[in-house]
């Protein structure tokens, strides 16, 4: 059987209480695809709502009322945002913002002249941009190219009006010289917090792709074999493998049919499925390869993908488990069921054929006589070819059962497996 793929691993962790984290979970509104870029964009409004706050509460202690209302205002503008962001009104939350973000540094490097510092954001308009959009995305793409537009046009404009004309109420020098220490200081703040989520949401990206990867990689080893799975992923196509011997045992749960007939569908996939999970951990505790499921039949071998020594026996050895597995659930839950097991070595073709929905499986007649000797064999026994009854050699007990017709291939010797000696 395939070796378990590790435990995925969990998404990074973060820091921050989890009523901050939930403000940047993706709300249903929002699509699917915004999941990256979400969060950064949130951090830029909440970002923008408590700067422009901490400017309103100084300018209104420095005595400017004027200039601390237009910051309030500004702070309402991107809480509005951020709730139109939330509701998954995200071009209406990006014009607001955006805007106000250009308006907001034209009209205060105009008022109170360039020597505040108010051109210091147009480095925001020149950098962010490049975090919270997507070239992927066609309108996104174009709200890049105008905000970057915005920023180097009024990097160019604004010294040229001020040049002309001055500053319409410039503020004293000392208040200038507080506002320009704020401004620069919200920039890099500003820029910082924005590497550190664009960091922060990268990481978790990433993790969410490993764990994504890593689920779909222990999907796919359920599937097929760790060795066909990677040489699947490295090069796509049919794969068929000859080997010269392989033991394969097919099994068939004997009363099914009539069983089927007195209980639920659901009680009847619930024991199927108790059934042949005992199947799968045999399987793997003596090194079996399990190929299939049909109905209520079980299909195994051992041998391949890579070839093996004593694989007759460790398949001797599933069959015997086997049937005392079935004999163990029929006492326990008081059914009567039993099992036929067949077993016959030889070679066979294994590998994965067609374009979609691939399952590793085997041809030859080595798999045709394996199914013969269980549909020939008896409940509750173990059936043998001679080609396993040779490869087993004396390891096991083993009932003659001479030769007996088998469709398909004629007169054949067979025999009945017993206890290991």
Not at 81 to 96: E, F
Request: glycine letters at 8%.
């Amino acid at each position: 059987m395939s070796d378990t793929a590790p435990t995925p691993p969990s998404p990074t962790s973060s820091p921050l209480p989890a009523w901050v984290l939930g403000v940047f979970e993706r709300p249903s509104a929002v699509p699917v695809e915004d999941e990256k870029v979400f969060p950064l964009r949130v951090a830029c409004y909440a970002l923008g709502a408590v700067l422009h706050l901490a400017l309103a509460i100084i300018y209104f202690g420095m005595g400017v009322a004027w200039a601390g209302a237009l910051n309030l205002v500004s702070t309402a503008a991107f809480l509005v945002g951020l709730l139109l962001l939330r509701s998954g009104y995200t071009k209406l939350a990006t014009s607001i913002g955006w805007l106000e973000v250009v308006v907001h540094v034209a009209l205060f490097t105009v008022l109170t002249g360039l020597d505040t510092g108010y051109v210091f954001y147009i480095g925001v308009l020149l950098v962010v941009p490049f975090s919270v959009f997507r070239s992927s995305v066609a309108h996104e793409r174009w709200t890049r190219r105008l905000l970057v537009a915005a920023g180097v046009g009024l990097a160019i404009a604004l010294p040229l009006i001020l040049r002309r004309q001055p500053a319409l109420w410039p503020l004293e020098a000392w208040q200038s010289q507080v506002v320009v220490a704020l401004n620069l200081t919200n920039v890099i703040v500003a820029l910082v917090a924005i590497a550190y989520y664009t960091m922060w949401v990268t990481d978790r990206a990433e993790a969410h792709l490993a764990a994504e990867r890593d689920r779909s990689e222990t999907l796919l080893l359920n599937i097929l074999p760790a060795q066909i799975a990677e040489q699947l992923k490295a090069q796509p196509g049919t794969i068929a493998r000859h080997y010269d011997s392989v033991t394969v045992l097919f099994a068939d749960i004997c009363g099914f049919t009539l069983l089927s007939a007195r209980i639920s569908s659901q009680e009847l996939i619930e024991m199927l499925n108790e059934v042949f999970s005992e199947f799968d951990r045999l399987a793997s505790q003596h090194g079996l390869e399990k190929i299939k499921t049909i109905g209520d039949a079980y299909m195994a071998a051992c041998g391949l993908p890579e070839p093996s020594e004593g694989h007759a026996a460790a398949v001797a050895a599933m069959g015997l488990d086997m049937a005392a597995a079935i004999k163990a659930y029929a006492e326990k839950h008081e059914v009567e069921l039993d099992i036929r097991v067949g077993i016959h070595t030889g070679p066979v073709v294994a590998g994965v054929i067609g374009v979609n929905k691939f399952a590793y499986d085997l041809w030859g007649d080595t798999v045709n006589t394996a199914s013969r000797m269980e549909s020939h064999g008896a409940p509750g026994r173990v059936h043998l070819s001679k080609s396993t009854r040779d490869a087993l050699g004396e390891a096991f007990e083993l009932e003659p059962r001479g030769v007996i017709p088998v469709k398909g291939k004629g007169e054949m010797e067979t025999w009945f497996l017993g206890a290991p000696k």
